[in-house]
């Protein structure tokens, strides 16, 4: 068991390019850490110059105390679970799980009693004798760890595991990777572009954008109090919106009408002219629904262009138009999410009761509380509550020109 504390890693690949830029987390002994963030982010990178696949350019590389800088991949005692599991196919389940412990030449006896104790942890222990190709997805996958386990490693590493199963597998995973964690209490670094993952798995996150730092955070911290407009379209599903805002005295403006907001979130962005507003699907409501909501200081009317039912819920898109700075600054997030649509129009989500149809205008009530205001310059969360949102680095809200 160990913890790893990364210390101002940076790392340039042969052309210079900064893959991974003056990145540090540290990751506490027993904690799940999750790395994520778009494609190219450097996720991979950071996750083998852990393990020692991969040279660190600069900054400290620290594991249970030790550098680990100069150290080869197997002086460091880790066990990396990659995307395609590596099981030999023509060796039985038992023996899979025994090699590395072959390899390292031990006894009959410690081997079978580390095998036989991994199995019964990975509950295996029927499947000893069966070769790979019988098993399922989530059984193989379970052989890969008990590999790990076995070696007895100070860190599990996994480098996105569970990106080539189908939907409903991926599901059943995720599960039985969190319940393994926390049974064997592992320090484990895990990779991933999918912020279900991340926001499932995780102790807490690292959210990366081009080789940066943008947050460093509980799954709570980072859906309630993101640093940046980057966090704040990263993680939540279905994204957060974004729209264009101006704050006076304790009214924002928005393109259907005024919301109230609290007087220390106004204050802190007063006088600052054009702004972006962020607010999540999940906090707007039918007013017709919300009790006492109807033509109060947080209800907007709008027009509503397609409304999709499904049964518990209800999601209404309602079309808006944004001023070029704005939209300027979303197109570059839209790049920045890599693919995740965030087009003018507004994402509601609303009580499945709901009778709001399409074509209509709608009077619909905002939860003025959870109004995140951003700087549309640097892409600053203006209103975030420091003291609840974890670890924001300098300088990760600058928008990086491109
Ligand atoms: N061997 C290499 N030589 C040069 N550049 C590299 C090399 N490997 C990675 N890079 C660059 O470093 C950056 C980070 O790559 P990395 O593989 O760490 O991204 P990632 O976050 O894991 O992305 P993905 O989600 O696509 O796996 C990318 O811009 C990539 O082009
Ligand atoms: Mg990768």
Request: hydrophobic share 40%; net charge negative.
């Given at each position: 068991?160990?913890?790893?504390?990364?210390?101002?890693?940076?790392?340039?690949?042969?052309?210079?390019?900064?893959?991974?830029?003056?990145?540090?987390?540290?990751?506490?002994?027993?904690?799940?850490?999750?790395?994520?963030?778009?494609?190219?982010?450097?996720?991979?990178?950071?996750?083998?110059?852990?393990?020692?696949?991969?040279?660190?350019?600069?900054?400290?590389?620290?594991?249970?105390?030790?550098?680990?800088?100069?150290?080869?991949?197997?002086?460091?005692?880790?066990?990396?679970?990659?995307?395609?599991?590596?099981?030999?196919?023509?060796?039985?389940?038992?023996?899979?799980?025994?090699f590395p412990l072959r390899l390292a030449k031990a006894s009959d006896a410690e081997v079978d009693e580390k095998v036989r104790a991994a199995a019964a942890t990975l509950e295996l222990e029927e499947h000893l004798e069966r070769k790979p190709g019988n098993l399922s997805g989530g059984q193989r996958q379970r052989?890969?760890?008990?590999?790990?386990?076995?070696?007895?490693?100070?860190?599990?590493?996994?480098?996105?595991?569970?990106?080539?199963?189908?939907?409903?597998?991926?599901?059943?995973?995720?599960?039985?990777?969190?319940?393994?964690?926390?049974?064997?209490?592992?320090?484990?670094?895990?990779?991933?572009?999918?912020?279900?993952?991340?926001?499932?798995?995780?102790?807490?996150?690292?959210?990366?954008?081009?080789?940066?730092?943008?947050?460093?955070?509980?799954?709570?911290?980072?859906?309630?109090?993101?640093?940046?407009?980057?966090?704040?379209?990263?993680?939540?599903?279905?994204?957060?919106?974004?729209?264009?805002?101006?704050?006076?005295?304790?009214?924002?403006?928005?393109?259907?009408?005024?919301?109230?907001?609290?007087?220390?979130?106004?204050?802190?962005?007063?006088?600052?002219?054009?702004?972006?507003?962020?607010?999540?699907?999940?906090?707007?409501?039918?007013?017709?629904?919300?009790?006492g909501a109807s033509g109060s200081a947080s209800t907007f009317r709008a027009p509503v262009d397609v409304v999709e039912w499904l049964g518990n819920e209800t999601y209404a898109y309602i079309p808006f138009e944004a001023p070029p700075e704005v939209e300027?600054?979303?197109?570059?997030?839209?790049?920045?999410?890599?693919?995740?649509?965030?087009?003018?129009?507004?994402?509601?989500?609303?009580?499945?009761?709901?009778?709001?149809?399409?074509?209509?205008?709608?009077?619909?009530?905002?939860?003025?509380?959870?109004?995140?205001?951003?700087?549309?310059?640097?892409?600053?969360?203006?209103?975030?509550?420091?003291?609840?949102?974890?670890?924001?680095?300098?300088?990760?809200?600058?928008?990086?020109?491109?």
């Amino acid at each position: 068991m160990a913890e790893i504390d990364m210390k101002n890693i940076v790392k340039k690949y042969g052309d210079g390019f900064p893959a991974v830029n003056d990145v540090s987390i540290d990751v506490q002994d027993g904690e799940f850490m999750i790395l994520v963030g778009p494609s190219g982010c450097g996720k991979s990178t950071l996750l083998r110059m852990i393990v020692g696949l991969e040279d660190i350019t600069s900054g400290e590389m620290v594991i249970g105390g030790k550098v680990v800088n100069d150290l080869a991949p197997r002086e460091r005692n880790l066990a990396m679970v990659f995307q395609n599991y590596a099981l030999y196919p023509h060796l039985t389940v038992y023996e899979n799980i025994a090699f590395p412990l072959r390899l390292a030449k031990a006894s009959d006896a410690e081997v079978d009693e580390k095998v036989r104790a991994a199995a019964a942890t990975l509950e295996l222990e029927e499947h000893l004798e069966r070769k790979p190709g019988n098993l399922s997805g989530g059984q193989r996958q379970r052989v890969a760890m008990g590999r790990a386990i076995v070696r007895e490693a100070d860190a599990f590493l996994f480098d996105e595991p569970l990106s080539n199963l189908d939907a409903k597998l991926r599901g059943q995973m995720r599960t039985e990777i969190a319940r393994l964690q926390k049974k064997l209490g592992i320090t484990t670094v895990y990779v991933t572009h999918d912020q279900t993952e991340a926001m499932t798995l995780g102790h807490r996150v690292a959210v990366l954008k081009r080789g940066l730092l943008q947050q460093l955070a509980t799954p709570r911290e980072l859906y309630e109090q993101p640093g940046n407009l980057f966090v704040a379209g990263f993680i939540g599903s279905p994204p957060m919106n974004f729209l264009p805002a101006t704050v006076e005295g304790t009214s924002v403006k928005l393109p259907f009408g005024s919301v109230e907001i609290p007087a220390e979130k106004a204050e802190k962005a007063a006088g600052k002219g054009l702004l972006i507003a962020g607010i999540r699907p999940e906090h707007f409501e039918d007013a017709a629904v919300k009790e006492g909501a109807s033509g109060s200081a947080s209800t907007f009317r709008a027009p509503v262009d397609v409304v999709e039912w499904l049964g518990n819920e209800t999601y209404a898109y309602i079309p808006f138009e944004a001023p070029p700075e704005v939209e300027q600054q979303l197109r570059q997030l839209e790049r920045d999410l890599d693919g995740e649509v965030l087009h003018t129009q507004l994402v509601v989500s609303l009580d499945g009761k709901s009778q709001i149809a399409e074509g209509e205008e709608a009077e619909i009530w905002v939860d003025g509380t959870q109004i995140h205001l951003f700087d549309p310059t640097t892409g600053e969360n203006l209103t975030v509550d420091r003291e609840r949102a974890g670890r924001i680095p300098e300088g990760a809200e600058t928008v990086s020109a491109s």
